[in-house]
T-cell receptor, first 111, second 114 residues
Framework: TQLLEQSPQFLSIQEGENLTVYCNSS?????LQWYRQEPGEGPVLLVT?????EVKKLKRLTFQFGDARKDSSLHITAAQPGDTGLYLC???????????FGKGTSLLVTP | ETGVTQTPRHLVMGMTNKKSLKCEQH?????MYWYKQSAKKPLELMFV???????ENNSVPSRFSPECPNSSHLFLHLHTLQPEDSALYLC?????????????FGPGTRLTVT
């Protein structure tokens, strides 16, 4: 059973456009992390959100954790080709060692 | 070397071979993980080690055998693999094994089983 559903699965946009990707679940998470993975490399942590309703900004990236701690979104403003990659969300439940990963959103930004 | 390193980066092996994947972390972390990443599937946690002790084994077939000789090194020994085991194998580390701690990943080993 997959706990985290990410949408859209694929997204292809042009440089300068804005976009939002989503991470949804029916489970409540104690924390949620976003990673970006480039081809041939491991995921790189972008942000961790821990409080319901929390909003964090990282330059042109805005992350939001839902009030109920079941969902999260990532908004990118004025996308650049360097934003291309696989965006993964991962949530920690209130018990256990594991992070539960979504399948990811594959983003392509063309010049 | 900084962060998490993995060797080899690419590996092709036959179904009867025995090989090992190596992971080293230079972050002073206490926990290390093996993940499997296959196409169209979420990352699958395979093993978790905390202070060199295995704390989680997610129903992984016995043809995968982990080893953690110290908190900086993690191995994954492979034998009699199947073609469906072809995937990207990622190592990660974190300050501790609690799920809240941020995980830092290595670049992965791309494994092809022929």
């Amino acid at each position: 059973t997959q706990l985290l559903e990410q949408s859209p699965q694929f997204l292809s946009i042009q440089e300068g456009e804005n976009l939002t990707v989503y991470c949804n679940s029916s489970s409540v998470f104690s924390s949620l992390q976003w990673y970006r993975q480039e081809p041939g490399e491991g995921p790189v942590l972008l942000v961790t959100v821990v409080t319901g309703g929390e909003v964090k900004k990282l330059k042109r990236l805005t992350f939001q954790f839902g009030d109920a701690r079941k969902d999260s979104s990532l908004h990118i403003t004025a996308a650049q080709p360097g934003d291309t990659g696989l965006y993964l969300c991962a949530g920690g439940l209130y018990s256990g060692y594991a992070l539960n990963f979504g399948k990811g959103t594959s983003l392509l930004v063309t010049p | 070397e900084t962060g998490v390193t993995q060797t080899p980066r690419h590996l092709v092996m036959g179904m009867t071979n025995k090989k090992s994947l190596k992971c080293e972390q230079h972050l002073g972390h206490n926990a290390m993980y093996w993940y499997k990443q296959s196409a169209k599937k979420p990352l699958e946690l395979m093993f978790v080690y905390s202070l060199e002790e295995r704390v989680e084994n997610n129903s992984v077939p016995s043809r995968f055998s982990p080893e953690c000789p110290n908190s900086s090194h993690l191995f994954l020994h492979l034998h009699t693999l199947q073609p469906e085991d072809s995937a990207l194998y990622l190592c990660a580390s974190s300050q501790d094994s609690d799920r809240h701690y941020e995980q830092y990943f290595g670049p992965g080993t791309r494994l092809t089983v022929t």
